[in-house]
């Protein structure tokens, strides 16, 4: 008992040893408060106490690493991204204000922080998401029509902030903040199917080796799979009246896949548009539903909720988690995927570009 003990102190002694300080924040606002960091590869949660406007966070880490920072009471809802590693990542935050509703994601990420020591790079990635908030509250804006011109301006905002995308990916293709960009962009379903390789193959050996670059490739590799004229993953799932749906019985019409949840409200917003596309194509066209819900409950409210009951709904249970979801790749909802009556894939995307799709296959 007693060497048992004695190796429980040591262990408690190396570990104290060699964790050090590797964040240190000076909050000019706030002069007490708590915060809670999250590791994104462990998931493991560390509450933290700001204390006369000081916050230190200690650790040992192996390799750079994305944490969440939520400061309990201000940010909740959009936490804010740190890279961090064991080099020391000091900084600072002027007036952190609350976040509120907002019509422009910019006004949800109000705290912007200033790096006195940043190793990791976390300078780019804050310049990179302005970019990204600039961009998404542009085309937000410009989709008030579905004119050609529009649709042109649109189109020249995206392929405008692709190319500096793809310019700061380079630029920093031996970081670990290049990585954190790709899989953002993943996220927000940004990067065609034909980029996702090309900005893979920009990242250094060792970000390729990093927990994100890992998931990049394995996503990189499946997409492959899931390109225009491959064939569509199979597979069978039960609606609410436990009656089965396979993919394999579809044939000979064609198959919108649109994966959603019913915690996602632009997915509840398409409502709809899916209940007039089902009905415009009737004789042509199968919606499959497939819910990326844990509560069974949750998803039949959110359907009755929507208006969409007349419509076809599977589910199985495992969120994200379910073996449809990592068949197809889904990272995000909503995601749509367009397949064909022989059970090839047509295309996949958003539901604007599936019914452009479906419009040019069935005028």
């Known amino acids: 008992m007693q060497k048992i003990l004695s190796l429980s102190i ?38 933290l106490l700001i204390k006369e406007g000081l916050l230190t966070f200690q650790d040992t880490l192996v390799e750079p690493t994305l944490f969440s920072m939520v400061v309990e009471g201000y940010n909740d809802s959009r936490p804010l991204n740190l890279i961090l590693s064991n ?10 204000s609350k976040v509120g509703e907002s019509e422009t994601i910019r006004d949800l990420y109000p705290n912007q922080p200033s790096f006195i020591k940043d190793p990791n790079s976390n300078q780019t990635w804050y310049a ?31 392929d405008s902030f692709l190319t500096y995308c793809e310019t700061i990916v380079k630029n920093n293709s031996d970081k670990y903040v290049a990585a954190l960009i790709i899989e953002y962009l993943l ?12 900005y893979y193959d920009y990242l250094a050996p060792q970000v390729k080796e990093s927990f994100f670059g890992i998931q990049i490739g394995e996503y990189a590799g499946k997409k492959g799979r899931l390109g225009p004229g491959n064939p569509a993953p199979t597979f069978e799932l039960v ?36 209940i007039a596309l089902t009905n415009e194509n009737k004789h042509r066209l199968v919606i499959l539903n497939i819910s990326l819900d844990s509560d069974k409950d949750k998803w039949k409210k959110a359907i009755e909720r929507a208006g969409m009951n ?10 994200f988690e379910s073996k449809v979801a990592q068949e197809y790749a889904i990272r995000v909802v909503p995601s749509y995927y367009l397949i064909d009556e022989g059970g090839k894939i047509m295309g996949s995307g958003s539901l604007n570009q599936m019914s452009s799709v479906l419009k040019k296959k069935v005028p």
């Open 310 to 319: 007349a419509l076809i709904h599977v589910c199985d249970g495992q969120a």
């Open 239 to 274: 609606d609410m009246n436990n009656q089965p749906y396979r993919l394999n019985n579809l044939k000979g019409k064609m198959v919108l896949l649109h994966f959603w949840s019913s915690t996602c409200a632009p997915c509840i917003k398409e409502a709809p548009e899916l």
């Open 10 to 47: 040591l262990l408690l002694f190396v570990q104290t040893v060699y964790a050090q300080a590797i964040l240190d924040i000076r909050f000019h606002s706030l002069q007490s408060g708590s915060v809670k960091l999250v590791n994104t590869k462990t998931r493991k949660s560390y509450s």
């Open 87 to 96: 080099q020391k990542t000091h900084v600072a935050f002027g007036t952190f």
């Open 128 to 158: 990179f998401h302005r970019e990204w908030m600039n961009f998404y509250d542009t085309i937000r804006d410009l989709s008030t029509s579905d004119s050609n011109e529009m649709l042109e301006k649109r189109k020249q905002v995206y």
């Open 187 to 198: 996220r927000d379903n940004l990067l065609p199917l034909e980029t996702i390789q090309t």
